[in-house]
């Protein structure tokens, strides 16, 4: 079943629910009050009933003269006329006795001695009570139920005891006209629910269709955006509403998406890059080292002169392959931050040990170290944070004139540890601040920091292991001239 049928069927049910006990409540209420009415007048009769017959005599009680009770319950009965000839009455009197009341002279025992059928017009047979009439409680009236030996009738009887005999009087009104305001009023309330339910489901239906529009609106826009129409997004209403929300985070949801897809196309597009890039770089080597390989076969390099220059050749393209493959292996294990081995690292020691190398490669240089202190540990990979600031120190000396200095500092601030190599070099040409971190990006041969050597792998491997460690890698031209880069970790990663 649909939502909308759902909710439907919901509301009906609990409109049933509601009606139902309403109608039930109704009729309860009105039966009982119905109930009290005729208990009230049958309690009058009897009570009317038993003072009239009062002044009998035991004799006229038996039989000998007509009950002193007209057709309406008060007014005595004219005594000349025959009973069938009566002329009705033209309403009830004091009592208000309906028609079909019944009354009924009782001795001790209770044997009816007397019965009447109070009736407007010609009367017909006066029904018989039964045993069931409750027994007369000297000074009181007793109310009760019964059904009349014929079985057709349900009565109301009263039943009060004959001032100054033994006797009692009994006083009963017909439930019919009872019954039949019920019945007719369950009717009613059958045909009003009826209606009522079926303005609801309308009502409810129609309700629950225009309530669920942006639901629908939700539906279309998410099949054009299945079609590939990534531009189409859900007019928002009120974000007060379940449904406004929903169509906020489905905005949100088809943001993410979009952003990506881009994200991917471009990692892609970076990655068919990259295959390009590499194979190109590999290209170079391993001509060269086919290229000699060809001519020691062909025999061209029988002087041993020519043949050691052959072989160094091929020795050192081997030697570039080489360097070129680690750096692939190593942007590999930094784009994984899986392979990392993280523990504690002293970052100052580390940087101290890198810097001592560089000054051993590079002995003509002025490498300045300042470290901060107090420094507390990473939580790093040694191998790989090693590798990054050494690359670091390895592009100034690499991509600055001969003699040209270079400072290394390492400091702490707001939990953050920051390596910065600055060089007084050439420094970045325009717009490259952003680039150089690129894998195989290349300033031009003639511009600022043209590279000399290496495949533009090592700036990368810095920017890669730094996101590996949670951090970042930046570079700026300093003032007064040079670069400057910098790596900012977390202080524990």
């Not at 629910?193 to 269709?209: D, F, K, M, N």
């Not at 081995?341 to 040990?353: F, K, S």
Request: glycine fraction near 10%.
């Amino acid at each position: 079943m649909s939502l909308r049928g759902r909710l439907v069927l919901i509301v009906l049910v609990l409109a049933a629910i509601g009606i139902l006990v309403l109608d039930a409540v109704s009729y309860l209420a009105l039966r009982t009050y119905l109930l009290d009415r005729v208990d009230e007048q049958v309690e009058a009769a009897a009570e009317a009933g038993s003072q009239l017959l009062g002044e009998l005599s035991p004799g006229e009680l038996d039989g000998s003269r007509p009950l002193p009770l007209g057709p309406n319950g008060g007014a005595p009965e004219p005594p000349d006329l025959d009973p069938d000839e009566r002329p009705p009455p033209e309403g009830p009197g004091p009592a208000q006795l309906p028609a079909g009341a019944v009354v009924e002279v009782r001795n001790a025992d209770g044997e009816v001695l007397r019965s009447r059928n109070l009736a407007f017009g010609p009367r017909g047979a006066t029904p018989e009570l039964g045993s069931e009439v409750p027994d007369a409680t000297p000074g009181q009236v007793t109310v009760g139920s019964v059904t009349s030996a014929q079985g057709e009738t349900e009565y109301r009887v009263a039943t009060a005891e004959i001032s100054g005999s033994s006797r009692s009087v009994v006083v009963a009104i017909p439930l019919t006209d009872v019954d039949s305001t019920l019945g007719r009023l369950l009717v009613i309330l059958a045909v009003v629910t009826g209606v009522v339910l079926a303005a609801a489901a309308v009502l409810a239906w129609w309700v629950v269709w225009i309530g669920l529009k942006p639901l629908r609106r939700i539906e279309t826009t998410a099949l054009e955006i299945a079609a590939g129409d990534m531009s189409k997004r859900v007019e928002v209403g009120s974000e007060g509403t379940e449904v406004g929300r929903l169509g906020s985070a489905f905005n949100e949801m088809v943001e993410q998406i979009v952003a990506a897809l881009k994200a991917r196309e471009a990692s892609e597009e970076q990655l068919r890059r990259f295959l390009a890039d590499a194979s190109h770089e590999l290209r170079t080597p391993l001509a060269s080292i086919r290229g000699y390989s060809e001519l020691f076969r062909l025999g061209a390099t029988d002087d041993p002169e020519q043949l050691e220059i052959a072989m160094g050749r091929i020795e050192s393209e081997s030697v570039r392959m080489g360097a070129l493959v680690d750096d692939l292996l190593a942007l590999a294990r930094a784009d994984e931050q899986r392979a990392l081995t993280p523990e504690p690292v002293q970052i100052d020691e580390l940087v101290a040990e890198v810097v001592a190398d560089a000054r051993a490669r590079a002995p003509e240089r002025v490498i300045d170290l300042a470290v901060e202190r107090p420094l507390a540990a990473l939580d790093a990979d040694p191998e790989q944070l090693r590798r990054a600031v050494s690359n670091l120190l390895t592009n100034a000396i690499v991509h600055t004139p001969p003699g040209t200095p270079v400072d290394v500092s390492v400091a702490e601030g707001a939990g953050i540890v920051s390596v910065v190599v600055r060089d007084y070099g050439p420094g970045i040409e325009p717009g490259g601040e952003e680039r150089v971190f690129e894998r195989f990006w290349r300033a031009g041969a003639d511009e600022g920091r043209a590279r000399r050597s290496g495949a533009g792998l090592g700036l990368a491997i810095v920017d890669a292991v730094a996101r590996a460690h949670h951090g970042t890698a930046s570079a700026r031209n300093g003032r007064g001239g040079g670069a400057e880069f910098r790596i900012d970790l977390p202080r524990r990663g």
